[in-house]
């Protein structure tokens, strides 16, 4: 990836951003090419260039959209092992941020939500496990809607109606 001034690109956990500059500055005591990223609410990150080539990457593509669709829709089967055994790996999977892996974790979410509600109890994820569910979809929810050119409340919608419906 080139790391243009300009290209919008998806950091992990902080969602889109765009390449606002690269420039040369002192890097741990030494001369070193940095990225400039913007992201959203007037956040602006300076990364060394080698770092920002291993933790941005491009939007997702279509073929991306397709098997985030995939994922979404597709029947799963939960873990029954407790949230804070299942903890680690879908923290590791939210920041690392692709978005099929969101995709993932906003299925299991979603799916666990239905089976608490249909067994009559309290209907809510965890505390916890509930903030991750919703991070994760809103880093997914701003992708595609970055990805497809929708408004934020379409590619949630557009989430809703994959959930909804099975493979």
């Known amino acids: 990836m080139k790391l243009a001034v300009g290209d919008v690109v998806v950091y992990g956990t902080h969602g889109i951003g765009r390449i606002a500059a690269r420039k040369e500055q002192d890097v741990l005591g030494a001369k070193g090419k940095v990225v400039v990223l913007e992201l959203a609410e007037g956040l602006t990150v300076t990364l060394p260039l080698d770092r920002a080539q291993e933790q941005l990457r491009p939007l997702a593509s279509e073929a991306d959209m397709r098997r985030v669709?995939?994922?979404?829709?597709?029947?799963?089967?939960?873990?029954?092992?407790?949230w804070l055994s299942r903890r680690r790996a879908t923290l590791a999977k939210l920041t690392g941020g692709d978005p099929?892996?969101?995709a993932e974790i906003v299925g299991d979410g979603a799916q666990r939500e239905r089976t608490l509600r249909a067994n009559g109890s309290n209907p809510q994820l965890s505390p916890g496990e509930r903030e991750i569910f919703v991070k994760a979809w809103q880093l997914l929810s701003g992708?595609?809607?970055?990805?497809?050119?929708?408004e934020q409340a379409e590619a949630d919608s557009w989430i809703d109606e994959q959930l909804s419906q099975k493979s």
């Open 69 to 82: 669709q995939e994922t979404l829709r597709g029947e799963r089967v939960l873990s029954v092992d407790p």
């Open 143 to 150: 992708e595609i809607a970055q990805a497809r050119g929708l």
């Open 100 to 102: 099929v892996e969101l």
